[in-house]
């Protein structure tokens, strides 16, 4: 459809659209606007990463979870997970390794697990900062205090990822228990930005009850927020949780969601999430040809891969650091990109500087 081309070429011009016309381009999309959207993805990748795709360690060090999220398999009411931790020991170790694979992002993402205290997180902060100071810091933690985020920072961390889960409160509300609000994620969002934070949000597609109207919303808030990084992935039912018999997210609407995200802010990371590779074998490659630039292997010791199991048939479960990084080094070339290995940093004004749109330079 024309009109379906000329709200993308508008969302290029110009970085906004309304919430209506999100609305409609969204509820219309079909395979010529996919085309259309993926073709100027892929040019404004190019323009700010070439054919480079920055990849991001992560370290899944507890599945201990405070919260009972109704789509997440380590929710506290899943009786049947597994639960671990590993000791401050293991998570060094899991650095070394990545460090020594080429690695230089450190995510560390966990459950809310009280168990580690502010005092232990800034610990283990203060340690990898001192032993890899050439290396990034992430941390995905949950909510805390915005004291608590200070700290951290102040410790030694770089960024911080929060997905906001959808932007719509009522939506949020399904999805979540009465003491979690979507007021209180966003305002956590504000927070580290606020302390200096490079910032990491995003949202699953296809979660229970979505609309079109509620992705609006979460394009919407992206645009304001201007995060640094938007992760976004298929929700995929666990079979152990409230949602077992829900219907999954879609690679073509996470494909989608992905070219509209480029094309809004170009200079923006976005990662192929594992979710996605893991509803489609090729997922993570189709997502780099819609827009993505970051890939996130896994460091965590291979013992206790399966026990973070936030959906059904997470992929990379039994593989080690090693064969993950191999393989996505086959997997990027196989489609003309390359993985590289720096800290992948390029801007501390966030991804609004890709709003410049006039100045066509890379940013990195
Ligand atoms: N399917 C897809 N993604 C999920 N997450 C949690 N549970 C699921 C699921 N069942 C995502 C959430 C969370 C991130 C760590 O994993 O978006 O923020
Ligand atoms: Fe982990 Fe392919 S990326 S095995």
């Given at each position: 459809m024309d009109s379906l081309n000329s709200l993308i070429d508008k969302l290029e011009a110009t970085s906004h659209l309304t919430k209506d016309e999100w609305i409609a381009l969204i509820e219309h999309r079909d395979e010529e606007s996919a085309w259309y959207l993926f073709e100027k993805a892929r040019k404004w990748q190019h323009r700010y990463f070439g054919n480079r795709i920055y990849t991001r360690g992560l370290i899944e060090f507890t599945n201990y979870c405070k919260n009972d999220c109704y789509y997440c398999g380590i929710r506290r009411s899943n009786q049947k997970a597994e639960r671990y931790r590993l000791t401050k020991e293991q998570i060094m170790e899991c650095c070394q390794s990545g460090y020594d694979l080429g690695f230089r992002t450190f995510v560390l993402q966990g459950g809310e697990?009280?168990?580690?205290s502010q005092e232990k997180l800034e610990e283990i902060v203060l340690e990898i900062r001192k032993n890899y100071r050439d290396c990034a810091i992430t941390l995905s933690l949950g909510e805390r205090s915005k004291e608590s985020y200070q700290r951290l920072f102040h410790a030694g961390a770089d960024r911080y990822l929060l997905r906001?889960?959808?932007?719509?409160p009522r939506h949020y509300q399904s999805l979540h228990p009465e003491e979690l609000s979507s007021e209180n994620r966003k305002q956590c969002l504000w927070n580290l930005k606020e302390i200096g934070y490079q910032t990491g949000t995003g949202f699953m597609v296809?979660?229970?009850?979505?609309t079109p109207a509620q992705l609006a919303e979460d394009l919407l808030f992206i645009r304001r927020l201007e995060p640094q990084m938007v992760g976004i992935g298929p929700f995929v039912p666990h079979?152990?949780?409230?949602?077992?018999k829900e219907k999954g997210g879609t690679v073509e609407l996470t494909l989608f969601m992905t070219g509209l995200l480029r094309v809004m802010l170009p200079s923006l990371l976005l990662p192929a999430t594992t979710a996605l590779g893991t509803i489609d074998p090729t997922g993570r490659e189709q997502g780099i040809l819609a827009g993505a630039n970051v890939v996130m292997p896994n460091l965590s010791p291979v013992s206790v891969r399966k026990k973070y199991e936030l959906y059904d048939n997470k992929i990379c479960t039994g593989d080690e650091a090693a064969e993950c990084r191999s393989c996505l080094n086959r997997r990027m070339e196989s489609i003309g990109y390359q993985l590289v290995i720096d800290r992948g940093d390029y801007s501390s004004q966030g991804a609004a500087a890709g709003n410049e749109r006039s100045k066509d330079k890379c940013m990195m």
């Amino acid at each position: 459809m024309d009109s379906l081309n000329s709200l993308i070429d508008k969302l290029e011009a110009t970085s906004h659209l309304t919430k209506d016309e999100w609305i409609a381009l969204i509820e219309h999309r079909d395979e010529e606007s996919a085309w259309y959207l993926f073709e100027k993805a892929r040019k404004w990748q190019h323009r700010y990463f070439g054919n480079r795709i920055y990849t991001r360690g992560l370290i899944e060090f507890t599945n201990y979870c405070k919260n009972d999220c109704y789509y997440c398999g380590i929710r506290r009411s899943n009786q049947k997970a597994e639960r671990y931790r590993l000791t401050k020991e293991q998570i060094m170790e899991c650095c070394q390794s990545g460090y020594d694979l080429g690695f230089r992002t450190f995510v560390l993402q966990g459950g809310e697990d009280g168990w580690f205290s502010q005092e232990k997180l800034e610990e283990i902060v203060l340690e990898i900062r001192k032993n890899y100071r050439d290396c990034a810091i992430t941390l995905s933690l949950g909510e805390r205090s915005k004291e608590s985020y200070q700290r951290l920072f102040h410790a030694g961390a770089d960024r911080y990822l929060l997905r906001h889960e959808t932007a719509d409160p009522r939506h949020y509300q399904s999805l979540h228990p009465e003491e979690l609000s979507s007021e209180n994620r966003k305002q956590c969002l504000w927070n580290l930005k606020e302390i200096g934070y490079q910032t990491g949000t995003g949202f699953m597609v296809g979660s229970p009850g979505q609309t079109p109207a509620q992705l609006a919303e979460d394009l919407l808030f992206i645009r304001r927020l201007e995060p640094q990084m938007v992760g976004i992935g298929p929700f995929v039912p666990h079979h152990d949780t409230p949602f077992a018999k829900e219907k999954g997210g879609t690679v073509e609407l996470t494909l989608f969601m992905t070219g509209l995200l480029r094309v809004m802010l170009p200079s923006l990371l976005l990662p192929a999430t594992t979710a996605l590779g893991t509803i489609d074998p090729t997922g993570r490659e189709q997502g780099i040809l819609a827009g993505a630039n970051v890939v996130m292997p896994n460091l965590s010791p291979v013992s206790v891969r399966k026990k973070y199991e936030l959906y059904d048939n997470k992929i990379c479960t039994g593989d080690e650091a090693a064969e993950c990084r191999s393989c996505l080094n086959r997997r990027m070339e196989s489609i003309g990109y390359q993985l590289v290995i720096d800290r992948g940093d390029y801007s501390s004004q966030g991804a609004a500087a890709g709003n410049e749109r006039s100045k066509d330079k890379c940013m990195m």
